[in-house]
Each structure stands twice: as C-alpha cells, then as structure tokens.
C-alpha cells in the first residue's frame, strides 16, 4: 500500500466521526447502526453495550462490515470508505488487556473529550464496553480525483498480525457479559 493513500485513507478518517456498522444475526439476517468511531492506525475503536443487538452479533460472529461517508451534495466531491474486517470487545482488567483498553480510551477520549470531562458521559463510557475493527479489505472512493475513482486494498496480513496480539474468547466475552447482567440485577 502506497504511503500516499495511505495518508490520504487516515486524513478522510480523522475528519468524519460516525461510522455505519453492518452486522448478521444467527439466521443471517443484516442489521446496520450508526455510531461515533476513533481511529488507532487502521483500526478503529467503538463504544458500545455488549447486550445490543450488534453486540451480540459481534460476539457471535466477529465478521463485519463499516463505512464512513463525507457528508457533500456535489457528485464531484463524494469520497467514502469501505471496510470490511474483524470487531472484538475491549476489556479492561481483569477479564481483558489493561494496556489495550487503556490504548481505546485513549483514542476515543482523545478523539471525543466530552466523554472523559462531563461526568454523566464519562460515568456511561466506563460503564460500556470498547470494541475495536480491524479492517481486511478496504475501498477508498474519492470523486475528487475522477468521477468513481477508487482504490481497493486487501489487508489480510495487518489482520494476522493484530489478532494474535489480540485474541478474546467467546469464554471472556460470556464471562464479562454474565457478570454485567448479575450488576444490573443487584441495582
């Protein structure tokens, strides 16, 4: 992948905040959400609840789909993203990785710091679970350089050597749901 679109792939994420994420239940079934996303390289972090229904989707079946769109009028002008990827749950410590999940508040606070300074978003974010998206495949459209330009990309080998550094378990994802239904049912 050449550095240049490269760059130009990273500076259209960092300028757009919400994603639509594309999920499939168990009888394959799509759904779509929208949702504010921070970028980390070409991953990019999430918040959620793991009950949603992308959630659970998500835990069953970490195969996903995202875009990012500019929002423009003008048919010259249209540029978006593509991705198609693998999405697991953040954990912080003592079911998960502490540096990792420090790496996705980091990004996402950085990103959004309402969600760290105003106590009532901050309180909801510890409560929620990051997930993070890491892409196989990417197509970058961008009208700005010919009408329907776009460039696609296979990124496979950016994925084998994320997952091995970050394996979670559907054992650690039943295990940390579990224990956030029981806290709810004690409030």
């Not at 002008?77 to 697991?88: N, R, T």
């Not at 994925?159 to 049912?185: D, E």
Request: aromatic share 14%.
């Amino acid at each position: 992948m050449s550095d240049e679109w490269l760059l130009e792939l990273t500076t259209f994420l960092d300028r757009w905040r919400t994603a639509g994420l594309a999920t499939v239940d168990e009888k394959g079934n799509p759904y779509a959400t929208n949702l504010y996303f921070a970028r980390d390289g070409l991953s990019l972090y999430f918040v959620s609840s793991l009950e949603t229904r992308h959630g659970h989707h998500i835990i069953r079946s970490p195969k996903v789909a995202m875009t990012v769109y500019a929002d423009n009028d003008n048919p010259m002008f249209i540029q978006g993203v593509q991705m198609v990827g693998l999405c697991v749950p953040v954990f912080a410590a003592p079911e998960g990785d502490a540096k990792h999940w420090q790496r996705a508040w980091d990004a996402f606070t950085g990103r959004f710091p309402f969600a760290a300074d105003q106590p009532l978003f901050r309180e909801a974010l510890l409560q929620e679970c990051f997930f993070k998206f890491t892409p196989t495949w990417v197509k970058f459209l961008d009208s700005r350089k010919g009408f329907g330009f776009k460039f696609e990309k296979d990124l496979t080998e950016v994925l084998a050597k994320t997952t091995k550094k970050q394996k979670v378990t559907k054992k650690k994802v039943a295990k940390k749901s579990a224990k956030k239904t029981v806290r709810k049912k004690t409030k």
